[in-house]
Every structure is written in structure tokens, then in C-alpha cells.
């Protein structure tokens, strides 16, 4: 069976600090990958998608930057942090991109003072 | 752009009883797939059942069951017999084909003893 697994599950940071966020899929090959952010008491937004190695797509410009350097790993960067960045990080895969339902990891905390 | 509108920010039910949430979404496309997900306190996100809306027939998953109105745009989760541990925060979210999932802003939902 699949499982996905995400990286640390709680963070602070201060602002202005470096983040890097991991997520890693078992049990399957050439998932896709996504990457989304909860703000507190709001619904989920896509921050980015891949579909395959070194292949990202950013659907919201922001802080925040995407790698796949692994088929199954998936990690979530920035440079400088911002206190808007702040929230939950879940990180999900599909099978693919036509059909199929999308399964969340267990998410990471992000609070950034 | 296709929205998803969740008009219930708060439910309220008792155990064994019967709740139904509501969640409408915008869309011109004919093909595409609903989803309702649950978020408990650990907050990731399991997903309860899926429609796929060439499909007339109501998806079902033991005590969860959808009425999918595909005119009306609409598309209602019912949990029978509610339990305890339904209580958490459910996400009616659409999805085009080959496109991202778009989420609502979720329902809370808690089940009283």
C-alpha cells in the first residue's frame, strides 16, 4: 500500500530563516505531487504541483519555492521566511493527473516569529 | 474560474442522528469529479467520497452517501447515524479533469453525546 510521509511535523522559525519542508511517497512510482497551504480557519491552496522529476509548477506567486529531485521526494523551500508564511503545509499524491484522487500526508505546523 | 461555496461555517448533530451538508460550485465543464474530505483534530485530510459527474448515480460509502444535483450544482454529503469521531472539519472540493483540486471553505461539524 502507499504511504506518504512529511517532514518535520512542527516547526518555528524566525523571520528572515531559511525552511525546507520534506515529503516522500512509498509503495508507488511517478506519482504526482502537490503542495498546498492552510491558513488558519481556511480552506486549501495550491501552492505548487509536478508531475514528474525537476518538473514544478507554481500556481500562486509567493516566498516559497518547489524541487523534485527524487521521483517519490518532494520539498517545499524558501530563503527568507516571511510571518505570512505561517500555517499548515500538507503534501499530497495522485496516480495521475486525469482521474485520480489526491492523498494527503499528515502536514507540517509552520509558525514563523 | 470554478468556486466552491461550503454556506454552513458550523454544524451541529446528535449521535445516531442524521446531518447533511451542503456545498454548491461554479463550473462550465461537463466532465469533471467532486470530492468531500474530512480534516479531524490532527488535521490531514482523509477523504470520505468521491463522484465522478458523468455518473447519475450517488456515490456511497457505508454511512456517507452524496446527492448530486449535476443541474443544480450541487453536491451534499449525508452522514447517517453520526458517531462520534465524524466530528471534524469537512472540505467539499471540485476537480476538472487534468486540472487542480479547488476547495470550499469547509464545514465544522460536531457530534453531540
Same mark, same amino acid.
Given at each position: 500500500?502507499?504511504?506518504?510521509?512529511?517532514?518535520?511535523?512542527?516547526?518555528?522559525?524566525?523571520?528572515?530563516?531559511?525552511?525546507?519542508?520534506?515529503?516522500?511517497?512509498?509503495?508507488?512510482?511517478?506519482?504526482?505531487?502537490?503542495?498546498?497551504?492552510?491558513?488558519?480557519?481556511?480552506?486549501?491552496?495550491?501552492?505548487?504541483?509536478?508531475?514528474?522529476?525537476?518538473?514544478?509548477?507554481?500556481?500562486?506567486?509567493?516566498?516559497?519555492?518547489?524541487?523534485?529531485?527524487?521521483?517519490?521526494?518532494?520539498?517545499?523551500?524558501?530563503?527568507?521566511?516571511?510571518?505570512?508564511?505561517?500555517?499548515?503545509?500538507?503534501?499530497?499524491?495522485?496516480?495521475?493527473?486525469?482521474?485520480?484522487?489526491?492523498?494527503?500526508?499528515?502536514?507540517?505546523?509552520?509558525?514563523?516569529? | 474560474?470554478?468556486?466552491?461555496?461550503?454556506?454552513?461555517?458550523?454544524?451541529?448533530?446528535?449521535?445516531?442522528?442524521?446531518?447533511?451538508?451542503?456545498?454548491?460550485?461554479?463550473?462550465?465543464?461537463?466532465?469533471?469529479?467532486?470530492?468531500?474530505?474530512?480534516?479531524?483534530?490532527?488535521?490531514?485530510?482523509?477523504?470520505?467520497? #468521491?463522484?465522478? !459527474?458523468? &455518473?447519475?448515480?450517488?456515490? *456511497?460509502?457505508?454511512?456517507?452517501? @452524496?446527492?448530486?444535483?449535476?443541474?443544480?450544482?450541487?453536491?451534499?454529503?449525508?452522514?447517517?447515524?453520526?458517531?462520534?469521531?465524524?466530528?471534524?472539519?469537512?472540505?467539499?472540493?471540485? #476537480?476538472?479533469? !487534468?486540472? &487542480?483540486?479547488?476547495?470550499? *471553505?469547509?464545514?465544522?461539524?460536531? @457530534?453531540?453525546?
Amino acid at each position: 500500500s502507499q504511504t506518504i510521509h512529511q517532514w518535520p511535523a512542527t516547526l518555528v522559525q524566525p523571520v528572515g530563516s531559511p525552511l525546507s519542508l520534506e515529503c516522500t511517497v512509498e509503495g508507488t512510482s511517478n506519482p504526482n505531487l502537490y503542495w498546498y497551504r492552510q491558513a488558519a480557519g481556511r480552506g486549501l491552496q495550491l501552492l505548487f504541483y509536478s508531475v514528474g522529476i525537476g518538473q514544478i509548477s507554481s500556481e500562486v506567486p509567493q516566498n516559497l519555492s518547489a524541487s523534485r529531485p527524487q521521483d517519490r521526494q518532494f520539498i517545499l523551500s524558501s530563503k527568507k521566511l516571511l510571518l505570512s508564511d505561517s500555517g499548515f503545509y500538507l503534501c499530497a499524491w495522485s496516480r495521475d493527473s486525469h482521474t485520480d484522487t489526491q492523498y494527503f500526508g499528515p502536514g507540517t505546523r509552520l509558525t514563523v516569529l | 474560474a470554478q468556486t466552491v461555496t461550503q454556506s454552513q461555517p458550523e454544524m451541529s448533530v446528535q449521535e445516531a442522528e442524521t446531518v447533511t451538508l451542503s456545498c454548491t460550485y461554479d463550473t462550465s465543464e461537463s466532465d469533471y469529479y467532486l470530492f468531500w474530505y474530512k480534516q479531524p483534530p490532527s488535521r490531514q485530510m482523509i477523504l470520505v467520497i #468521491r463522484q465522478e !459527474a458523468y &455518473k447519475q448515480q450517488n456515490a *456511497t460509502e457505508n454511512r456517507f452517501s @452524496v446527492n448530486f444535483q449535476k443541474a443544480a450544482k450541487s453536491f451534499s454529503l449525508k452522514i447517517s447515524d453520526s458517531q462520534l469521531g465524524d466530528a471534524a472539519m469537512y472540505f467539499c472540493a471540485y #476537480r476538472k479533469v !487534468a486540472n &487542480k483540486l479547488i476547495f470550499g *471553505t469547509g464545514t465544522l461539524l460536531a @457530534v453531540q453525546p
